[in-house]
């Protein structure tokens, strides 16, 4: 029992809330009733899934020292010794495997993506995450290929602002991620991640601030002025759902010191748990033929 839980820690299933944002173009592209889109969507989403695992598994075989010296991470079943390297690079390799073998039969443009968010990984993996700034700019990047990817698979377009607010929320969720390590360990936080040694908490704050900002502003004016938004105005409706969980989720990290896993705090704070569902309604009544009688066409 103790393996298989290490095994599940090692692939961080919780963390494949992030692969959602591959379902995004499927609702607002009006997608949602069609059975071949929703498989296709599916088969990527499942392929993210594992690819992000392999990420997981091939990180914490190359951050084991590092890890060994953070107080959370020191606990990761590679850095513990409770997975063995060999057998670590055997289940990273077999999830890589599983991921083409998913998104491959779909199209070349969605193959071409996957391998676009893994060399975004290796980059960030091998070098980017010690350089500050640009370690959450990869980040973000790895957020957009999962939005276009999704896309992809079943051939339709994206707005462009939606694309924004997807990097720009990567990226406040980026700076709060390393601001929470910053106050967790203080002074030796470099240890862990060289690049933390660049920053400090007035200009993480600040970072937090802008990109929340952005994201917020991004998505309203998607919302309004897209061609999506103006073929369903009801799509407004979604914009307080989405401030709504960001000024919460905002809040934990000022008022809460939290911000060290967004997954944690999606399944954790009721809040933010039930704007993402409302969201996630009220855009697929949107595209889905829903009017507001009082609202301009």
Same mark, same amino acid.
């Given at each position: 029992?103790?393996?298989?839980?290490?095994?599940?820690?090692?692939?961080?299933?919780?963390?494949?809330?992030?692969?959602?944002?591959?379902?995004?173009?499927? *609702?607002? %592209? +009006?997608? @949602?009733?069609? &059975?071949?889109?929703?498989?296709?969507? !599916? #088969? $990527?989403?499942? =392929?993210?899934? /594992?690819?992000?695992?392999?990420?997981?598994?091939?990180?914490?075989?190359?951050?084991?020292?590092?890890?060994?010296?953070?107080?959370?991470?020191?606990?990761?079943?590679?850095?513990?010794?409770?997975?063995?390297?060999?057998?670590?690079?055997?289940?990273?390799?077999?999830?890589?495997?599983?991921?083409?073998?998913?998104?491959?039969?779909?199209?070349?443009?969605?193959?071409?993506?996957?391998?676009?968010?893994?060399?975004?990984?290796?980059?960030?993996?091998?070098?980017?995450?010690?350089?500050?700034?640009?370690?959450?700019?990869? *980040?973000? %990047? +790895?957020? @957009?290929?999962? &939005?276009?990817?999704?896309?992809?698979? !079943? #051939? $339709?377009?994206? =707005?462009?602002? /939606?694309?924004?607010?997807?990097?720009?929320?990567?990226?406040?969720?980026?700076?709060?991620?390393?601001?929470?390590?910053?106050?967790?360990?203080?002074?030796?936080?470099?240890?862990?991640?060289?690049?933390?040694?660049?920053?400090?908490?007035?200009?993480?704050?600040?970072?937090?601030?802008?990109?929340?900002?952005?994201?917020?502003?991004?998505?309203?004016?998607?919302?309004?002025?897209?061609?999506?938004?103006?073929?369903?105005?009801?799509?407004?409706?979604?914009?307080?759902?989405?401030?709504?969980?960001?000024?919460?989720?905002?809040?934990?990290?000022?008022?809460?010191?939290?911000?060290?896993?967004?997954?944690?705090?999606?399944?954790?704070?009721?809040?933010?748990?039930?704007?993402?569902?409302?969201?996630?309604?009220?855009?697929?009544?949107?595209?889905?033929?829903?009017?507001?009688?009082?609202?301009?066409?």
């Amino acid at each position: 029992m103790g393996s298989i839980l290490a095994v599940v820690r090692l692939v961080r299933p919780k963390q494949w809330s992030k692969n959602l944002l591959v379902l995004a173009a499927w *609702i607002f %592209a +009006g997608r @949602v009733g069609d &059975a071949d889109a929703a498989q296709l969507v !599916i #088969q $990527v989403f499942l =392929g993210m899934c /594992l690819a992000s695992s392999a990420v997981y598994v091939f990180n914490d075989l190359l951050d084991a020292e590092r890890d060994r010296s953070h107080p959370e991470k020191r606990g990761r079943p590679i850095a513990s010794g409770a997975i063995l390297p060999s057998f670590a690079w055997f289940l990273g390799s077999a999830l890589l495997v599983g991921a083409f073998l998913l998104v491959v039969p779909i199209n070349k443009t969605s193959t071409a993506i996957l391998v676009f968010y893994l060399v975004l990984q290796v980059l960030y993996n091998v070098w980017a995450k010690h350089v500050p700034i640009l370690d959450v700019f990869i *980040i973000a %990047a +790895g957020f @957009v290929a999962r &939005a276009v990817i999704g896309a992809s698979a !079943i #051939q $339709v377009t994206i =707005g462009a602002w /939606l694309l924004v607010c997807t990097g720009t929320l990567a990226m406040m969720l980026g700076y709060a991620k390393r601001r929470h390590e910053l106050l967790l360990q203080g002074d030796g936080a470099s240890a862990s991640r060289a690049s933390l040694g660049a920053y400090n908490r007035p200009a993480l704050d600040a970072l937090v601030i802008i990109f929340a900002a952005q994201a917020m502003i991004s998505y309203g004016v998607y919302s309004i002025e897209s061609t999506t938004a103006t073929q369903h105005p009801a799509l407004i409706i979604t914009t307080p759902l989405g401030i709504y969980g960001l000024a919460r989720y905002l809040l934990l990290v000022f008022v809460r010191e939290e911000g060290g896993e967004p997954a944690d705090i999606l399944t954790r704070d009721p809040h933010i748990l039930a704007s993402i569902v409302l969201f996630g309604i009220a855009a697929t009544a949107a595209m889905n033929g829903l009017v507001l009688p009082f609202l301009e066409r």
